[in-house]
């Protein structure tokens, strides 16, 4: 014990393995220390026996000393290949510390009956309540609760009766089918209608063009006809008067000779 010293670092031998850690054997030391299974490794470990077995040669630091003797020891604060110390000021271990100390364990809530079939209210007299949750008014009314009603079942219908009313909506149906046909029926008519109005009214606009077109055509052909006689009768006109000029002339030719 007195060869054995805090922060000393040392190669030990694996004396036993535990649920909750393991033993180590100290050169030097006839007393053995414990490494926690939460000072294995820095990963958390739920069994020991997974990673540590009887007789292996691990690397350990001296992190505790208590008063009855028993050495608390840990392996993730030293290099497992050389032996270095990884947490020479100890700051890792105080970290651990204070985790360990904010851990409050947890207490179990008394679970408390609270049967009040028996009980008596103060107030009102009346079983089944405690005082604090009487319902009756300051005023000393008193209220009754209105008993529930229960749903009346619908009657059976008898199965004729039910094919009869399954008739009944086959029938509603079909007819609603008719009339939604015959609608259809209405709604193609009328449209076949208007169209046949439409082609009427567009044939009623052809003949009108037609009759004006050929209107035009007569007073174009009358005005033609009218200019052809006044240029007739100039023309008559002028071949008379031709022919009274060489009449004279005529004469004149006589007479002198």
Known sequence: MGSVRLNQIFLGEVASVQNYGAFIRIPGCSQQGLVHKSQVSTTHV????????????????????????????????????????????????????????????????????QAVLNTTCTKCGTAGHLSKDCFMSP????????????????????????????????????????????K???????????????????KKKQKKKRSKEQKHKKKRRSSTSSDGETTGEVDNNDTKTHKRDRSKKCKHSRSKS
């Open 139 to 182: 005023d000393g009314k008193k209220y009754e609760l209105i008993p529930e009603v229960e749903e009346e079942s619908p009657p059976i219908i008898s199965t004729d009766r039910q094919s009869e009313n399954v008739e009944k909506k086959h029938k509603q149906k079909k007819l609603k089918k008719r009339k939604k046909s015959k």
């Open 184 to 202: 259809s029926k209405v709604k193609d008519s009328s449209t076949d209608s208007d169209d046949e109005s439409d082609q009427e009214d567009r």
């Open 46 to 113: 739920d069994d020991v026996a997974d990673v540590l077995q009887r007789g292996d040669r691990v690397w350990c630091k001296v992190i505790s000393m208590g008063d009855d003797g028993k050495i608390g020891l840990s392996m993730k604060h030293v290099n497992q290949g050389n032996g270095m110390d990884l947490d020479p000021n100890g700051v890792q271990l105080q970290r651990d510390e204070q985790k360990r100390k904010s851990i409050v364990p947890t207490q179990r809530k008394v679970i408390e009956l």
